[in-house]
């Protein structure tokens, strides 16, 4: 199969969709860790020191995703330009990188939203 200019940019608007929703979430949970942090050193409770670790940690891979999809988003444009350049060993060799970065960025997204569940599974726990 023939790399062409249009197929990495087929990957333009998902990416661009995909940090749009990784940015929602990195910002709503940094105003709960915002939140969480205040009420920490107002009551000093274990449960919510817990409650920030465990976002933080979803922080990490909120910021990771991003990084992921970024370097995706980066690959794709150099492909472009290899293939412009009329490079195509090289474009098919970074466009493979680039979609594998791709994956990376939505197998964390997939181990994030997993963690998510769990959270709240807890919090309606104690609601039962």
């Known amino acids: 199969m ?3 200019l249009s197929i ?3 990957l333009f608007p998902a990416i661009s969709l995909t940090m749009l929703a990784y940015n929602a979430r990195y910002l709503a949970i940094a105003a709960l860790i915002r939140q969480l942090h205040q009420k920490y050193q107002e009551t000093a409770s274990e449960s919510v020191g817990l409650q920030v670790k465990k976002l933080s940690k979803r922080l990490t891979l ?3 995703m991003q990084a992921a999809a970024i370097f995706s988003f ?3 444009v150099i492909t472009m330009g290899l293939i412009y350049l009329k490079l195509a060993i090289w474009a098919n060799l970074v466009f493979g990188v680039s979609l594998l970065a791709l994956t990376v960025s939505l197998v964390l ?3 994030e939203v997993q963690i998510s569940t769990k959270a709240l599974a807890i919090q309606l726990q104690d609601m039962a």
């Open 2 to 4: 023939e790399l062409t």
């Open 8 to 10: 990495p940019a087929l």
């Open 62 to 64: 909120i910021k990771n």
């Open 74 to 76: 980066l690959l794709a």
């Open 109 to 111: 997204s997939l181990i």
